[in-house]
């Protein structure tokens, strides 16, 4: 499955973006799909995760309460919508689907992944 994300930007601090995910079919593989995040000079991490049913989503501590992920299965999309935006929220951020584990932690890995688009939270 082919990921593209879509939806980067330079905000100002307290700000708010929605990224997209398009995803090139739909199948089982895309069951589950994730965001996940990587900061200049640091390792790529979890941010927010969803199954095909939109339930029960799950996103890293240093988002709750901000960040919200949902999808629009007719569409083949997932999105991230991200309010109160914070400096340390800079990164590449990517989308991937296909998980290979680790379903329901931070650890949760996948095998696709989408090129990454910018967000840049300045202060």
């Known amino acids: 499955v082919q990921l593209q994300a879509s939806g980067g930007g330079l905000v100002q601090a307290g700000g708010s973006l929605r990224l997209s995910c398009a995803a090139s079919t739909r199948t089982r593989r895309t069951y589950a799909m994730g965001w996940f995040r990587q900061a200049p000079g640091k390792e790529r991490e979890f941010v927010a995760a969803i199954t095909w049913s939109g339930s029960s989503p799950y996103y890293a501590n240093s988002v709750k309460g901000r960040f919200t992920i949902s999808r629009d299965n007719a569409k083949n999309m997932v999105y991230l919508q991200m309010n109160s935006l914070k400096p340390e929220d800079t990164a590449v951020y990517y989308c991937?689907?296909?998980?290979?584990?680790?379903?329901?932690?931070?650890?949760?890995?996948?095998?696709?992944w989408g090129q990454g688009t910018q967000v840049t939270v300045s202060s």
């Open positions: 991937a689907a296909d998980v290979t584990g680790g379903w329901g932690t931070p650890d949760v890995s996948f095998r696709s």
